[in-house]
């Protein structure tokens, strides 16, 4: 089995700084993909950013110039750093990955549970 533990949500104030963090554990033999994506409340879950293997990343226009994501291989870990942080940021952020299992060599989709993230005006 594969688990996403996800961490470093919490409240902030507008223009502030959060870093959420994202492992991946369990029978992996390779993650392609790992990923953020946010729902806020009454809203269909978006894409936030994505870190590829090849270390290649893609952003939602809302959140380029203020958000990066990264990735360490070695830890099976992606964080995303979020700066300048707006109301409009609040929602729970889930983590997301793309793995190919060791036990099946079959591609697997995993969430994690999500985190909180609530920006003050």
């Known amino acids: 089995q594969v688990q996403l533990v996800e961490s470093g949500g919490g409240l902030v104030q507008a223009g502030g700084s959060l870093r959420l963090s994202c492992a991946a554990s369990?029978?992996?033999?390779?993650?392609?993909?790992m990923g953020w994506y946010r729902q806020a409340p009454g809203k269909q879950r978006e894409l936030v950013a994505v870190?590829?293997?090849?270390?290649?990343?893609n952003y939602a226009e809302s959140v380029k110039g203020r958000f990066t994501i990264s990735g360490d291989n070695a830890k099976n870990t992606v964080y995303l750093q979020m700066n300048r942080l707006k109301p409009e940021d609040t929602a729970v952020y889930y983590c997301?990955?793309?793995?190919?299992?060791?036990?099946?060599?079959?591609?697997?989709?995993?969430w994690g549970q999500g985190t909180l993230v609530t920006v003050s005006s």
């Open positions: 997301n990955a793309d793995i190919v299992s060791r036990l099946t060599y079959r591609n697997l989709e995993v």
């Open positions: 369990g029978s992996i033999y390779t993650i392609n993909v």
């Open positions: 870190f590829t293997r090849g270390a290649n990343t």
